[in-house]
């Protein structure tokens, strides 16, 4: 299991830390952008050409997969 939110002080009893807000949001957005990033790069394999089904747009430049 990934500890990204919490930090775990091992010891008896075990403890439980917060990390800082700051640092949170950062992790959540990284973890949000990355997972928008790997949808993007599925639906455009999907699709001929990089074009979306009955968007008539092609995928944004520089979002290469």
Known sequence: MEEKYVQI?????????CIRPKELISRI????????????????ALSP???FIGS???AEPGMGC
């Open 9 to 17: 002080i091992e010891g008896e009893p075990i403890h439980f830390s």
């Open 56 to 58: 008539g747009e092609s």
């Open 29 to 44: 957005r990284t973890d949000f952008l990355l997972s928008l990033y790997e949808t993007f790069c599925g639906l455009h």
């Open 49 to 51: 050409e990089g074009k």
